[in-house]
């Protein structure tokens, strides 16, 4: 694609950045079958070819954003799907933040638009804030029909319908410290707690510490670490986003000089593709720029950790059918296709894939809270598509996965390592069938 930027403008590395991406695109179109929200609406605007060029036009052109191009952008689920497709290999990851952050500089969006948004990044980031809010939930869930008769109140009801009704107790297992490893060592890493994920569902992480650790890993909770701020950075807040990331690079940091590290364990892939882009993030920052790669690289999602161990022969082999739903930030974020099916075959789960695989469930971050019509279509598209596969359970490695098809899904779905402990000695998940169970212990 040709560009006309000014040398002027091309001195800011961000607009460099963006105009390299844009010159790989060659406008053939081939994401827009793969997009969700093109899929969906049929919209050429709300298809990765339609969003670049309004990208273009107001970088190119230095504008503010305007409610055409918020109204687009606004509803890309940063899902990536178009990444996998393009075969020229366009970043669309880094114009779209880009896009947002300019987004979040120029444009001022309606009042309750920007208290909507001033909450969920006050609040989603911190899981004692977040603990308070869904407690206080409750209050609200008799008024949701009415919220939802209100256009501007809409994230109000969606966020209601999406909180769970009883709030597990938070993890001890999540407080900073070192969980040694059985017998003979066999690695050391640091485990990301997270935010959201340790409030709605602090199992995940306690599964995986319990796994680890029986496997002879020994599993670190650096002091200091908090969100990897995705959540803020989908929504443009580049600023708070970097402070998160910051912190992180600093915690873990302090784990690798205190006795090394072979891997920071993420359990959520939506976390891994954010954390994985540290590098790039933090690439102007003199102070972190070197600190920031090397966490990009050692951060691993925890199957793709557990696929590079000599595991052992499963405890039990359950024998259930599985239908894994590959979170976006999985296949298309990370790239990490094979791992997760693999792992759980081999742990003696039966693994069946959803048709249309490649297509997001509608929660990606915020989205299901801001854009909740379109969220829906696209969960249920997922969920009947999920069902077709008649496995007993589904299993994928995204809390807001979880929480978007558990909604609507009449089957369990809870997190892969949850299986993958269950068959190697660990407790069975909550809801999970053990009818299948082939191998005796
Ligand atoms: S990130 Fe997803 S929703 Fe956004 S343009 Fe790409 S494919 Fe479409
Ligand atoms: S597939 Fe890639 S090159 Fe083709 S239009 Fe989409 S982004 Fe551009």
Redesign the pocket.
Do not use: F
């Given at each position: 694609m040709q560009t006309n930027f000014s040398a002027a403008q091309l001195a800011d590395p961000h607009v460099a950045e963006s105009e390299t991406i844009l010159r790989k695109c060659v406008h053939c179109g081939f994401?827009t079958a793969?997009?969700?929200?093109?899929v969906t609406l049929g919209n050429e605007l709300?298809?990765?070819r339609g969003?670049i060029y309004l990208i273009k036009d107001m970088l190119e052109n230095g504008r503010a954003a305007d409610k055409e191009i918020v109204t687009h952008i606004d509803?890309?689920?940063?899902?990536?799907?178009?990444?996998t497709?393009c075969p020229s290999g366009v970043n669309?990851?880094h114009l779209?933040d880009h896009a947002r952050a300019h987004i979040e500089e120029t444009y001022r969006r309606p009042l309750l638009d920007r208290l909507t948004r001033a909450a969920l990044a006050f609040v989603l980031p911190y899981p004692s804030r977040f603990r308070a809010g869904l407690r206080l939930a409750r209050f609200g869930r008799p008024f949701i029909s009415l919220f939802e008769k209100l256009p501007a109140l809409k994230p109000v009801a969606a966020m209601l319908k999406l909180a769970p009704s009883s709030i597990p107790s938070a993890s001890p297992l999540a407080s900073p410290g070192v969980h040694a490893g059985r017998g003979a060592k066999r690695g050391r890493v640091a485990i990301l707690t997270g935010c959201a994920q340790s409030v709605l569902d602090p199992a995940i992480n306690e599964a995986t510490i319990s796994l680890l650790t029986r496997l002879g890993v020994e599993v670190v909770v650096p002091e200091g670490e908090g969100c990897c701020g995705a959540l803020v950075h989908h929504m443009g807040r580049e600023d708070q986003a970097l402070v998160s990331a910051r912190r992180n690079v600093d915690a873990w940091t302090r784990a690798v000089d205190q006795g090394g590290l072979d891997a920071i364990i993420i359990t959520a892939s939506g976390c891994g593709t954010t954390i994985k882009d540290y590098g790039f993030m933090l690439r102007l920052n003199p102070a972190y720029a070197e600190k920031a790669a090397r966490v990009s690289a050692l951060a691993k999602d925890i199957t793709e950790y557990l696929s590079a161990l000599d595991l052992p022969e499963p405890v039990r082999k359950p024998g259930t059918i599985v239908a894994y739903h590959s979170a976006?930030s999985m296949q298309?974020g990370q790239k990490i296709t094979r791992q997760p099916k693999e792992l759980l075959a081999r742990a003696g789960f039966v693994v069946r894939e959803p048709r249309e695989g490649h297509l997001?469930c509608g929660s990606a971050g915020t989205y299901n809270i801001l854009q909740s019509e379109i969220s829906a279509k696209l969960r249920d598209r997922k969920v009947r598509n999920i069902e077709a596969t008649g496995a007993s359970v589904v299993a994928t490695g995204n809390i807001g996965c979880i929480t978007q098809i558990a909604s609507a899904a009449s089957l369990p779905v809870v997190h892969t390592i949850k299986l993958l402990d269950w068959a190697y000695g660990g407790p069975k998940p909550e809801g999970v069938s053990d009818s299948g169970l082939i191998a005796a212990e």
């Open positions: 994401c793969t997009c969700p929200t093109y709300d298809s990765p969003r509803r890309c689920l940063s899902c990536l799907a178009c990444m497709t669309y990851m779209v976006c298309h997001c």
